[in-house]
């Protein structure tokens, strides 16, 4: 795959790690990462502005920043097509809520793992809402909660978000980056900007 060489940023590594996946480098400024049994290939990495090719077995490539229509094109043309667009969401820590009233009947947990922490929702015990965070040298990386057909999804996605918000805060971190779907991304909250458009793209079965 040849493309115009362009480091990736710190927070690609993290999300690897928010998803459980093992990276590696095929080329400058390109990730490959598989799920930790080797399947499920993934690419990282900027739209390229030159022609590539793509090893025949990776199945999903996560593209960063403005959309190059001409590579796009040549990706449709060689049986790729266009699956989700996902959105860097980045927001100041102290600028961010922070604290969010559950009912009654829910509670919060907070869980630290080898490579991230976890932090759950549950009402009744039982789980409505789980989200992890990955902390870097400066900047801490979420993805979007994952709601388990709670009561109120919205209060339990912000409470999940919230209590990041105050974890970054406390450790001191400048900056809070959250890969949020299109959906979620349209729903901006005070304190959240569009940072950099990424489009998935998986390659058409025969």
């Known amino acids: 795959m040849s493309t115009s ?4 940023p710190a927070w690609t590594h993290g999300y690897t790690k928010l998803r459980d996946r093992i990276e590696s480098f095929p080329a ?3 990730m490959r990462s598989v799920n930790e049994d080797g399947t499920d290939i993934e690419l990282l990495g900027y739209w390229p502005q030159n022609p590539w090719q793509i090893a025949s077995d990776v199945n999903r490539l996560m593209l960063l920043g403005a959309r190059n229509e001409k590579a796009a094109q040549t990706l449709t043309d060689a049986g790729w097509h266009h699956e989700a667009t996902l959105y860097l969401l980045a927001g100041q820590p102290e600028e961010l809520e922070q604290v969010v009233k559950l009912a009654d009947t829910s509670v919060l947990f907070e869980a630290p793992m080898d490579h991230y922490d976890v932090v759950e929702v549950a009402d009744f015990d039982r789980p409505v809402a789980r989200g992890r965070m990955h902390m870097g040298e400066n900047y801490a990386l979420i993805s979007d909660p994952d709601l388990f057909s709670p009561a109120d999804p919205e209060t339990a996605r912000r409470a999940i978000l919230a209590n990041f918000a105050l974890a970054a805060y406390q450790h001191g971190l400048p900056w809070l980056l959250l890969v949020a779907s299109e959906e979620n991304a349209s729903k901006l909250a005070t304190g959240w900007s569009k940072a ?10 025969a």
């Open 5 to 8: 060489v362009r480091d990736l």
């Open 28 to 30: 400058p400024g390109l």
């Open 196 to 205: 950099t458009p990424i489009e998935v793209m998986m390659r058409t079965s």
